[in-house]
């Protein structure tokens, strides 16, 4: 994900517009050989140390006039990369040794003293004390600082295939600082439209739905519209986008908080800019905490079964309802849930009175104490729908009580 700093964009005061690359014609044989440039360079530091990989970019910056394009390509590389400490001894554990050492014995000096001691004796006596080469305790003294960690793994990527990343990631900073979405898809197939909704709920992501004759119209909630759990919101947002290019057809307005006086700014975005998405088509997406607690569930042995095939439900032409499972009893009754991630009073107390007038009344919601967006504790008893709070995981057997009470 580019930084705030990497951003470029042009600001009229109105509307704001991603500096794009083209990805083709003039100028892009020299990106693309930039592009190359940089990704062999981190294939090349596999295993080096993160400050040679740095002062190597370095070099080949030199005294370039692209230096925005440059970081904001390495940036997208360096989330690609895992650097980790390289030691046969923990460097915090080297260091209690060898500053133990070198108090007893201060002052040190540089060179051979018959009364003091130098660097290089407290490094001998906490190498015997460690049992380890003297090499050992100079090499890794300091291996857990961020320059001196190596390069572990890195996940290779076309020229081509960083560039287009670059421009998405262009669009993904800026819907960091929005308000709210409005989404329109149309002209895609059943699955498609399963597909998508499918995303909104794996980033547990606050939207609302209107189905449309060709499509549907979602308006989301932006990570700007909430006072808590901004950045968690906003990066589940931007992660979201990528999914929206998959799309056959689709648009996109936002209204934006932008810059330092969080001034109101409209950013656009369609099919015709050409974005690509590095998702591929998978379909079904589950979020961890529903995976562990349909394991749960299944272990409690209670007559209900659980299933991921559930349909979209009208609400009333005002929004849709996607239930997260569907559960069925052995004696006839059914029941379904939604999980609820990020939410805000207001909008879960609309949300719940679209249920109350046009949902199903076997229903359960399942929302996150953890990931509201309001200010302190909010409660959840009054509102008219069946609610069971959840912190880190879904508790199956406070689940199975709501089953109970709602299955028909």
Known sequence: M?????????????????????????????MEARAHALIELFQSHENRRKSELDEAIADLVGDGTDHMLTKGLTKLLADRAEFDTVSPVPPPDIRDVVFRHAAAHHPLVDGQDKIHKSRHD?????????????????????????????LHKFKPLTADELLARYNTALAQAVLLRARELRVRVFGNSPAKHRQLFRYLKFHRLMYRVRRTADGHELIIDGPASLLNSTSRYGLQMAIFLPALLLCEGWELTADILWGPERGDRTFCLDVTHGLRSHYKERGQYVADEQKAFEKGFKKLDSGWTCSRRARVIDLGGRDVLVPDLTFAHEDGRKAMMEIVGYWRRGWLESKAALLERH??????????????????????????????????VILPKKILVALDEVGV
């Not at 949902?359 to 069946?386: E, F, I, T, W, Y």
């Open 2 to 30: 580019l930084t705030a700093d990497l951003v470029r964009v042009r600001d009229d005061g109105k509307t704001l517009t991603p500096r794009y690359l083209k990805l083709s014609g003039k100028g892009y044989d020299r």
């Open 359 to 392: 949902g199903p009344p076997n229903l359960v919601l399942a929302v996150s104490d953890r990931l509201c967006g309001d200010k302190g504790k909010v409660a959840l008893d009054d509102l008219p729908v069946r609610v069971v709070p959840w912190k880190g």
């Open 122 to 150: 407290v490094m001998a006596m906490a190498a015997e004390e460690m049992g380890v080469d003297v090499s050992v305790i100079e090499g890794n003294l300091y291996a857990d600082l961020a320059a001196n960690q190596r």
